[in-house]
């Protein structure tokens, strides 16, 4: 079975600083992972994802993830913080034999302090 | 392009009623999945469809059923409401059934179950 372990359910991060949201999975078979953001009263949006290939992925807004199989992680992190970027943060994981369903974590809540 | 549409966005039942929630998915996608997202955690599989059969299960029991339509858009029906099914309700589609595939997410509807 996959899961997915998102360590620190708050981040808390000055303007302009490093962004790091850590996420770490479990899978029996090679994974597909998601980072998705939710802003309040809002849906799921996606922020980027990795299937195969380049292990390092780009995503909207500047953020960007590594896929490590050796440390089963998929890190998110952005250089420099926004204001707009505060919101919530989901790391999911899907592979090809969960029966079409993604796992989430439980998210990390960002808060950006001007 | 139109993204995927839920309605209703918030409603209130009691205890024992039943539900009805509508989702339209995205133009072109013909798959579609329903989360159930409580308070503080991420979002949990209920179940897919994909082409009017449902060909994927989460842990939920009977009670919570759905069907997909001809145009791909979609209902999940919940019976015997309990509290703890208050939560948010999220949609999302996809084309075709592959899980490499990102899920495409409505804004939710929220249920309260009093």
């Known amino acids: 079975a996959q899961s997915v372990t998102q360590l620190g359910s708050h981040v808390s991060v000055s303007e302009g600083a490093l962004v790091l949201l850590r996420c770490n999975y479990s899978?029996?078979?090679?994974?597909?992972l998601f980072w998705y953001v939710q802003y309040p009263n809002q849906g799921l949006q996606l922020l980027l994802k990795y299937t195969t290939g380049a292990t390092l992925v780009k995503g909207i807004n500047g953020f960007e993830a590594e896929f490590k199989k050796s440390e089963t992680s998929f890190h998110l992190t952005k250089p420099s913080a926004h204001m707009s970027d505060a919101a919530e943060y989901f790391c999911?994981?899907?592979?090809?034999?969960?029966?079409?369903?993604?796992?989430f974590g439980t998210g990390t809540s960002l808060t950006v302090i001007p | 392009e139109t993204g995927v549409t839920q309605s209703p966005t918030h409603l209130i039942k009691t205890r024992g009623q039943q539900v009805t929630l509508r989702c339209s998915s995205q133009s072109g996608h013909n798959t579609v999945s329903w989360y159930q997202q409580a308070l503080g955690q991420g979002p949990q599989f209920i179940f897919q469809y994909y082409r009017e059969e449902e060909n994927g299960r989460g842990n939920f029991p009977p009670r919570f059923s759905g069907l997909q339509f001809p145009n791909y858009s979609s209902e999940l029906n919940v019976n015997a409401l309990e509290l703890d099914d208050s939560a948010l309700y999220l949609c999302?589609?996809?084309?075709?059934?592959?899980?490499?595939?990102?899920?495409?997410f409505g804004e939710g509807s929220r249920l309260t179950v009093l």
């Open positions: 999911a994981v899907t592979a090809s034999n969960t029966g079409n369903q993604f796992y």
């Open positions: 999302a589609s996809r084309s075709g059934q592959g899980n490499t595939g990102e899920l495409f």
């Open positions: 899978s029996s078979v090679p994974p597909y």
